[in-house]
Nanobody, 119 residues
Framework: QVQLVESGGGLVQVGGSLRLSCAAS????????MGWFRQAPGKERELVGS????????LSADSVKGRFTITRDNAKNTVYLQMNSLKPEDTAVYYC????????????WGQGTQVTVSS
């Protein structure tokens, strides 16, 4: 079992930055691939990107490449999503999720944190 708690969301102006954090507990963090997802009102949940246990990040959404960065600190059991040059279309609830290295799906989810970008 893995428990995930996101933090760092809030209201920011266009062009601003936010850093989201996701603190994990309950299991061996380094065995999990960590993902960041987001869901805007009326839209499907979208995979923003993920990062392997060794720290190899992969940004999946073309719309965030060059602006968002995913990192993790295995010593702190925490994964981060640094978001720069924010746009109104980045407004969403952001979730972190964990997928065991032997699994195909993300089985553990945080409660989500709201990010609102105002123009």
């Amino acid at each position: 079992q893995v428990q995930l708690v996101e933090s760092g969301g809030g209201l920011v102006q266009v062009g601003g930055s936010l850093r989201l954090s996701c603190a994990a507990s309950g299991s061996t963090f380094r065995y999990y691939r960590m993902g960041w997802f987001r869901q805007a009102p009326g839209k499907e949940r979208e995979l923003v990107g993920s990062i392997s246990w060794s720290g190899g990040p992969q940004l999946s959404a073309d719309s965030v490449k060059g602006r968002f960065t995913i990192t993790r600190d295995n010593a702190k059991n925490t994964v981060y999503l640094q978001m720069n040059s924010l746009k109104p279309e980045d407004t969403a609830v952001y979730y972190c999720a964990a997928r065991h290295q032997s699994a195909q799906n993300y089985d553990y989810w945080g409660q989500g944190t709201q990010v609102t970008v105002s123009s």
